[in-house]
């Protein structure tokens, strides 16, 4: 089916806003990962998720990030009080369907955030 | 804790001109090593990848061989095109499965 898709693509916020941000991941995957990815630089890891469950939250940057995967599907990455320095693009990636090598991650296009 | 180190860029060549984008890594055991692409104004692809010492990922004209008494896994192309400008991530597959990437190197390639 379709690839990772991510919404919104863009997003600017005003510092002390609150953003979700959400990821589909592919149908059938069972885990989903959130990195973030600031100007110039890697991907770094924030969270991962198998199924519902929330297994590593050891990136999230501070306590203002927050995610979740309800359902085991769709999945929100939301940012309380945002600040400049979480101006970055939030990649979103899914693995672990049957059609694919169970841990190769398949990434969305990203959501660039920008806090002003 | 886990690392991975790749050459700065911006690397610029002429088309059919051979490549080579230096990776090495720092890990606990043997982790699993990929190359990603990220094309311009699209998201990140896996190019290849790897999972064992002396194993050769390839794809596309690109080939990395697992290194480990070197820890590294460079990225090669004897020839390329116009089409492979983009931005090279080395990236390792830790504990847990999330995975640890380089800064990125881009690569502009001249006609």
């Known amino acids: 089916g379709a690839g990772v898709s991510q919404s919104p693509r863009y997003k600017v916020a005003k510092r002390g806003q609150d953003v979700a941000l959400r990821c589909d991941p592919i149908?059938?995957?069972?885990?989903l990962f959130w990195y973030q990815q600031a100007l110039g630089q890697g991907p770094e890891f924030l969270t991962y998720f198998q199924n519902e469950a929330q297994l590593d939250k050891s990136g999230l940057p501070s306590d203002r990030f927050f995610a979740e995967r309800p359902e085991g599907s769709v999945s929100t990455l939301k940012i309380q009080r945002t600040q400049q320095e979480d101006s970055a693009v939030y990649l979103c990636?899914?693995?672990?369907?049957?059609?694919?090598?169970?841990?190769?991650?398949?990434f969305g296009p990203g959501t660039r955030l920008t806090v002003t | 804790g886990n690392s991975v180190t790749q050459m700065e860029g911006p690397v610029t060549l002429s088309e059919e001109a051979f490549l080579t984008i230096n990776c090495t890594y720092t890990a606990t055991g043997y982790p699993s090593l990929f190359w990603y692409v990220q094309y311009p104004g699209e998201g990140l692809q896996l190019l290849l990848k790897?999972?064992?010492?002396?194993d050769k990922g390839s794809n596309k004209g690109f080939e990395a061989t697992y290194r480990k008494e070197t820890t590294s896994f460079h990225l090669e192309n004897g020839s390329v095109q116009v089409s492979d400008s983009a931005v090279y991530f080395c990236?390792?597959?830790?504990?847990?499965?999330?995975?640890?990437f380089g800064a990125g190197t881009i690569l502009r390639v001249k006609s």
């Open positions: 790897a999972t064992k010492a002396d």
């Open positions: 990636a899914s693995s672990g369907g049957r059609s694919s090598s169970f841990y190769e991650q398949y």
């Open positions: 990236a390792l597959r830790a504990y847990g499965n999330k995975l640890v």
């Open positions: 149908s059938g995957h069972v885990s």
